[in-house]
């Protein structure tokens, strides 16, 4: 059933009661229990063998687990409405239950009457909720007994049958009324004695209200950092606060019945200007600013009079406030106040306050001293009649900004009219001032005069802007950079491939041109970047040696003639007739200047002639200088005025598409102005569009004698014994081919160590060495040749060193070390030759290791295996040449042997990174090999290194292992 709603009043009591409750109820449930089980014995002994034993036995059983389980809920029980659930629903079952029990039992059986009696009363006493709840089980159970007694039973007479009536109405009744009336009673009981308990809580919170009082006005004015104290029409001492003993260091109980002139003010009797005589005569509080004489304190003392209810004086209240602090603080405002006035007046910037409508109200003197004019002249004024016209929508959308965003906003520049005339930047701060209610008032600014900052500014964006245009200038030659050495490496891809498939005599001799050609233009190219490289850094050096000044010319003529007569030009060298014969100075960087003008001036003219003229100033015979003019003349596509001044900048192109029709990468001519202004001379141009150049340069130069070498007839070198040091395996096959040619014996050394061990057996006419190899590089191989050489009193091997480090520092160190020359990466033929020549002619000849005098007479053909093994491409690319194949599988095999062995070490070190560059490096060699498991193999290795399992790892070693085996013949 639904629960029923109670009022504060009778929940309660309900829940005060409800432990009383539910204890007796649990002992009814108890005692009902007990019967059923009591009645479990009877139906076993009457009814035992008959139908309806069964269920009966499972009603009784099946009531005794409800009363339990009933029971378990309500002791638990903590709600009112959930006792009176469970009572009632316990009750109802009791109730319907024994009408059933009784309609079970024989017709003569009347002794269930006593029983349903003491059931109604108990149904009536146990259950405390509402009436309802009271009412219907009993009434329910008296109802079904007395239906099933008229009915069932045995008819018992008129007289029997009224008095069983008579008798449940009786127990209703009783059960009805003493209980009614016991929980009336209890109930008004328990209320009253809660209002009992409220009226006593009552008087006691009035009494606690009032000591509180009391105490509250103590604490107030102990709190007080005021002195108080009052005193009475005698001038006594009534009350004090704490802050009053404290101060003075005397107790409450000592100053309370004092007078307070005796205390206070060291009087007999109050003075006639005592304040206490002017607050009883007027009867008005008064506050007045003194120096409370106990304490030697400043103080404000305010004193007010107080009255009974008939208005007759009773007492003075007195509050002492120290002021001692804010008297000083006062103080400090004030100086502070002229030390501002101070610093604004002499601020080197400009203060100023402007209201929100843009006027002007204060200007401090800063604006005379940066300005030149009168603060008076602005004060009042809008700044838009300050400011430059220019610049007035800046400020305003300043200050609309700071309006909007009610934030301190700063960094307005603007400019403002100096008295003389000019123009002034100023950088201001634009500062809100806040009312109380946070309205602004006024702005407050400080303006700092910017104008030497501004033109730094914009010198400093100037030159970023030339710095940015020399970036995107470096970027256009690097893109041109790029093209101008893919094309002679296309050709020299191209044409040595055409090469090698070739049988044509003529045409191989027209492609190894070909090649040479395109091989000196990329030479020529990465020598241009290398010496803009070194002049930029101030690197480029210059040599100091004689030369026959008529040769360079003519070797300059012969070097352009084939390119003239290809585009059917006329090219013309015109010398004067007093040119030395020999002069000092760098006859390399000469050749490189005027190289540079004669390649220009083929290369941008289509028809016509170029003409080179070298003149000399006329000089003394007593005179060691001279100067001399080189003037190169075309009537090529000229160059127009406007692109004359960057003609000598690099990284510029006058026009990207002249550059894409004629090649070409811009730094020719850069180089020529650096080289001339290293060698302290001057370069000129004078051109127009469309009617061709001349580019002049004037060099001085040393004149000389011819040098002893030159008197000589340079004669074929004999074949000498030449140990060659090289770690890459085809630059020393290149040397070796290369010297052998030539007709020199020739040993080949793979390292420092294995060269020692040579040069310790055997003593070599020269060696040929390069200067960077692992471990021990040339110029530590030299130190120790020459120490060697020193303590066993040799002669001096010739050592020729090349590298491909073009700084004279390496150069030093090497000639330093005992070298004889230094040669330069890529390796010249020529050079490498008249090197030999020039440090082996005067050597005496020494024992070498036996060699056959003849070239190698040739081998047979290959093995089938060694052909199978290289690819197809190889093969061509050697001519399908036997010893050159066998010699390079040889190699190749070696190479591959070693990565092998480095990658074992790498899987049983477990080191990915060694396993990986081993990987790589076998990836590349074993593309040359025909056998394509061998590269799958390797690729796998490579991709795999960086997660693969090192077991698997090891397993596709040893696969590689295997199918990597040498070809049997």
């Known amino acids: 059933m639904p629960p029923v709603a109670f009022g504060d009043d009778e929940r309660d009591y309900r829940r005060h009661f409800l432990r009383q409750d539910a204890r007796t109820f649990a002992v009814l449930i108890g005692i009902a229990i007990v019967m059923h089980l009591l009645f479990i014995r009877a139906d076993h002994l009457f009814q035992r063998g008959t139908d309806i034993f069964v269920w009966l036995l499972a009603l009784r059983f099946g009531l005794i687990g409800f009363s339990a389980w009933t029971m378990s809920i309500v002791l638990r ?14 009750a109802m079952a009791c109730a319907l239950a024994n009408t059933l029990i009784i309609f079970s039992r024989p017709g003569l059986y009347t002794g269930h009457v006593v029983i349903d009696l003491f059931a109604i009363i108990a149904f009536y006493a146990v259950q405390p909720g509402p009436t309802f709840n009271r009412a219907v089980p009993p009434i329910l159970l008296s109802l079904g007994s007395l239906s099933l007694f008229f009915y069932l039973k045995i008819y018992m007479g008129f007289v029997a049958s009224l008095a069983t009536v008579a008798t449940y109405i009786a127990a209703n009744i009783i059960g009805w009324v003493v209980s009614a009336n016991w929980r009336r009673y209890r109930k008004s009981s328990f209320l009253a004695n809660r209002a009992l308990e409220r009226l006593y809580q009552q008087a006691e919170a009035g009494r606690l209200a009032a000591e509180a009082s009391e105490q509250t006005w103590e604490r107030i004015i102990d709190t007080s950092p005021n002195l108080l104290f009052v005193i009475d029409g005698a ?10 003993v404290e101060r003075l260091g005397i107790s409450r109980d000592e100053a309370l019945g004092q007078r307070c002139c005796d205390l206070l003010c060291g009087f007999a009797l109050p003075p006639s200007s005592c304040l206490q005589h002017q607050i009883v005569s007027e009867r008005q509080p008064h506050s007045v600013e003194t120096r409370f004489r106990p304490l030697g304190i400043e103080c404000r003392l305010m004193a007010a009079p107080l009255f009974d209810p008939l208005g007759r004086y009773e007492a003075t209240v007195f509050i002492v406030q120290d002021i001692t602090e804010q008297k000083q603080s006062e103080r400090e405002l004030k100086s502070a106040r002229e030390q501002y006035r101070s610093l604004v007046e002499n601020s080197h910037g400009i203060i100023y306050t402007i209201r929100p409508d843009g006027v002007i109200t204060y200007l401090s003197s800063g604006y005379s001293k940066l300005l030149g004019q009168d603060p008076s002249t602005a004060v009042g004024r809008h700044f838009r009649e300050v400011v430059h016209p220019e610049d007035v929508a800046v400020c305003e959308a300043f200050q609309r900004d700071v309006l909007a965003s009610e934030t301190v ?24 001032i806040r009312n109380n209610r946070g309205q602004i008032e006024s702005f407050v600014g400080n303006a700092m005069d910017i104008t030497v900052q501004k033109q730094h500014q914009a010198e400093l964006s100037a030159a970023r802007e030339a710095a940015e245009a020399a970036s995107r200038a470096k970027s256009d030659f690097l893109a041109l950079i790029s093209h101008e050495i893919r094309t002679p490496l296309n050709a020299m891809v191209g044409f040595s491939g055409l ?11 027209e492609y190894v041109d070909i090649l040479d050609q395109s091989s000196r233009l990329l030479m020529d190219l990465v020598n241009d970047v290398l010496d803009m490289s070194k002049a930029e850094a101030g690197q480029l050096q210059l040599e100091s040696i004689a030369f026959n000044l008529p040769e360079a010319v003519d070797l300059l003529q012969w070097q352009y003639v084939p390119a003239a007569g290809r585009k059917n030009l006329d090219l013309q060298v015109c010398k004067s007739d007093n040119l030395p014969l020999w002069i000092k100075g760098d006859p390399l960087r000469l050749r490189q200047i005027v190289s540079n003008l004669l390649s220009n001036a083929v290369k941008f003219t289509s028809a016509g002639a170029v003409t080179l003229t070298v003149t000399a100033s006329a000089f003394a015979p007593s005179d060691n200088h001279c100067l001399l003019r080189f003037e190169v003349r075309d009537t090529g596509i000229g160059i127009a005025a406007e692109h004359l001044a960057s003609l000598f900048e690099p990284f510029q192109q006058i026009d990207p598409g002249i550059a894409r029709k004629y090649g070409g990468t811009g730094l020719g001519l850069a180089i020529v102005r650096r080289l001339v202004e290293l060698m302290e001379g001057r370069v000129e141009v004078a051109s127009q569009a469309g009617q061709g150049s001349c580019f002049a340069v004037e060099l001085p130069f040393l004149l000389s004698e011819p040098p002893q070498y030159e008197q000589m007839t340079a004669s074929v070198v004999e074949p000498l014994a030449i140990l060659v040091v090289e770690d890459n395996v085809f630059n020393r096959r290149l040397l070796h081919d290369t010297l052998q040619a030539w007709g020199h014996r020739v040993t080949e050394a793979e390292n420092a160590f294995q060269a020692m061990d040579l040069m310790d057996a055997t003593r070599f006419d020269c060696v040929v060495l390069d200067v960077r190899m692992p471990d021990v590089d040339g110029v530590e191989l030299t130190c120790r040749l020459r120490r060697l050489e020193r303590m066993s009193r040799l002669e001096t091997t010739p050592i020729i060193a090349y590298t491909a480090d073009t700084e004279g520092k390496t150069r030093e160190q090497c000639l330093a070390a005992g070298m004889q020359t230094v040669l330069f990466k890529p390796l010249d033929s020529q050079q490498l030759a008249l090197a030999i020549a020039e440090c082996c002619r005067r050597s005496s000849r020494i024992d070498a290791p036996d060699a056959p005098d003849a070239p190698p ?11 199978c093994a290289l690819t197809d491409r190889v093969m061509a690319d050697m001519g399908h040449d036997s010893e050159r194949i066998e010699a390079y599988l040889q190699l190749l095999w070696d190479d591959v042997a070693s990565e092998l062995n480095r990658l074992d070490q790498a899987v049983l070190m477990e080191d990915r990174n060694l396993c990986r560059d081993a990987a790589h490096s076998l990836k590349g060699l074993c593309g040359y090999l025909r056998d394509s498991r061998l590269g799958a193999l390797a690729l796998t290795l490579h991709s795999s290194a960086s997660s693969l399992p090192f077991k698997e790892m090891h397993d596709l070693v040893k696969q590689l292992r295997a199918l990597c085996a040498r070809p049997v013949a």
Not at 80 to 86: A, E, L, S, V, Y
Not at 235 to 244: E, T
Not at 857 to 867: G, Q
Request: proline content about 9%; some cysteine; charged content about 25%.
């Open 857 to 867: 007479t040739p081998i047979s053909p290959p093995m089938p295996a060694v052909r």
């Open 409 to 432: 906003l700063r960094g307005l520049e603007y400019r403002i009219l100096h008295q003389d005339g000019s123009l002034r930047w100023h950088l201001s701060n634009f500062i809100p």
């Open 77 to 90: 029980a903590d709600d009112p409405d959930q006792f009176d659930r469970w009572s009632f629903c316990w």
């Open 499 to 509: 090469a090698r498939r070739t049988t044509d005599s003529g045409q191989l001799h």
């Open 235 to 244: 001038y006594r001492i009534r009350r004090v606060n704490r802050a009053f």
